[in-house]
C-alpha cells in the first residue's frame, strides 16, 4: 500500500507501511531522460511522452557542506548534500546517519524516510534524507 499522501511534499515521495519507500521522479519513453520531482516534459528532447517512476534508493555522495545557520527551526549543524543516483539525477537533501567528520565524497549513500512533522491536522509527515550505506550496516 502506498501513503503518498503522508509525504511533507506530495507527490516526491511513495511511502510504504513499512516505513521503506522512494522517491517518485519521470522517465522520457522518447530519450529515456530521468528527471526529480516528476515533470510533464522532457527538457531534453521536448517529449510530453513521460511516464512517472520509483527512483533508486541508493546513489553516492558528489558533494556536501555543513549547515552552521539555519531557520529557528532547524537545529545546526547539519549536513546538506547532492547524491548521484544510477539514474543520472543528482539529488539534493540532508545527510544523516552518521558524525558530520566522517561524511567523505564518494561515499555510497542510501535512502531514509523519516518522520518530518505534522500537517494542519497533526497527522505525521514523512520526509527523506540520505545515510551512509554503512550505517545502515551497524
Not at 67 to 74: A, D, E, G, I, T
Not at 82 to 109: F, H, K, S
Not at 121 to 136: D, I, K, S, W
Amino acid at each position: 500500500m502506498t501513503l503518498a499522501d503522508t509525504s511533507f511534499r506530495p507527490g516526491e515521495l511513495e511511502v510504504r507501511e513499512d516505513g521503506t519507500g522512494n522517491l517518485i521522479g519521470s522517465r522520457c519513453n522518447s530519450c529515456g531522460a530521468h528527471f526529480f520531482p516528476v515533470r510533464r516534459a522532457c527538457s531534453g528532447c521536448l517529449s510530453a511522452d513521460l511516464e512517472t517512476v520509483a527512483l533508486s534508493t541508493e546513489g553516492t555522495l558528489y558533494t556536501f557542506s555543513i549547515v552552521r545557520q539555519s531557520l529557528p527551526n532547524f537545529e545546526v549543524p547539519y549536513a546538506l548534500g547532492y547524491v548521484d543516483l544510477p539514474e543520472g539525477l543528482r539529488i539534493m537533501g540532508q545527510i544523516g546517519g552518521c558524525e558530520l567528520d566522517e561524511i567523505r565524497i564518494g561515499m555510497a549513500m542510501v535512502l531514509s524516510l523519516e518522520p518530518f512533522g505534522q500537517d494542519q491536522h497533526h497527522n505525521p509527515l514523512t520526509g527523506y534524507r540520505f545515510t551512509p550505506v554503512e550505517a545502515q550496516d551497524d
